[in-house]
């Protein structure tokens, strides 16, 4: 009896032990999985794609300061905007261009990125470097993206060197409304109005935008467009990975 009850207890030993050594190992995986997925975007492989006006879509590389004069790019930006040469003036914000800017820029991009909108992506090739003044923000730095299929592939919203591979469902009204109701606790008025189109498991890519060339604030509801990236684990749970806006009022700094 003694040595039947021994080798239950080992049997039993043995099990708890396999059973540590499982949830260890799961739970390493899934560490080491959560820092690869944050990890496409901490390398600064992701930009984000905005309508600027009716013909200049572009990806923003940078974001510079008002008060950066003092780094190199912001030295740049401040001796080219003396004497800009005006690239498009059709939007909220005037976009100009610069060759001396445009060679240090394509220093530091790609000539190809994979353009995701919210129905597809394509690969497409770098247009022009332009740089614009959007008030208090500052700078922004941009390439152009010229003839995106925006009826094969919707909107445009985010750009990588690096192909992301985003599943597109036909809805995220369920997503859309935990995110809405983890910033929103107390039921107040939504000022969100987050549109989510992908996804990569856990991580959710969405965006506010109605996708409206402005010449003033007032024409468009959305006067800050915005790029986010979310991490959705449970109701209790939500991060943002990755966000980028762009200010297209472009107030004055005090």
């Known amino acids: ?47 984000p794609v905005y309508t600027l006006s009716k013909k200049t879509t572009a990806a923003i590389v940078v974001e510079v300061a008002w008060d950066s004069q003092q780094t190199n790019l912001g030295k740049i930006l401040e001796d080219v905007s003396k004497k800009t040469q005006y690239f498009d003036t059709l939007g909220a914000v005037k976009l100009s261009k610069s060759k001396l800017l445009e060679t240090e ?15 597809g992506f394509s690969e497409m090739n770098v247009g022009e470097v332009i740089f614009g003044w959007v008030g208090c923000e500052g700078y922004i730095v941009a390439f152009t993206i010229r003839d995106f299929d925006t009826i094969k592939n ?19 009204s369920r997503i859309e409304k935990k995110i809405n109701k983890f910033y929103n606790p107390d039921g107040a008025a939504n000022n969100l109005n987050e549109k989510v189109f992908a996804n990569i498991g856990s991580m959710y890519f969405s965006y506010r935008d109605d996708f409206q060339w402005v010449k003033r604030p007032d024409e468009s509801q959305y006067v800050i467009r915005e790029r986010v990236i979310y991490r959705v684990e449970n109701d209790n749970y939500i991060e943002r990975i990755w966000q980028d806006y762009i200010d297209m009022y472009g107030m004055n700094c005090d």
């Open 1 to 47: 009896m003694k040595k039947v009850l021994c080798l239950f207890l080992i049997l039993g030993l043995i099990s708890c032990v396999r059973n540590v050594k499982s949830e260890v190992k799961g739970g390493k995986a899934e560490e080491k999985k959560k820092h690869e997925d944050i990890g496409l975007f901490d390398k600064g492989d992701i930009f």
């Open 105 to 119: 820029i394509k220093k530091i991009i790609k000539d190809k990125y994979y353009v995701y909108g919210t129905r």
């Open 154 to 172: 919707g909107n445009p919203i985010f750009c990588s060197s690096k192909l992301l591979k985003l599943n597109y469902e036909k809805k995220y």
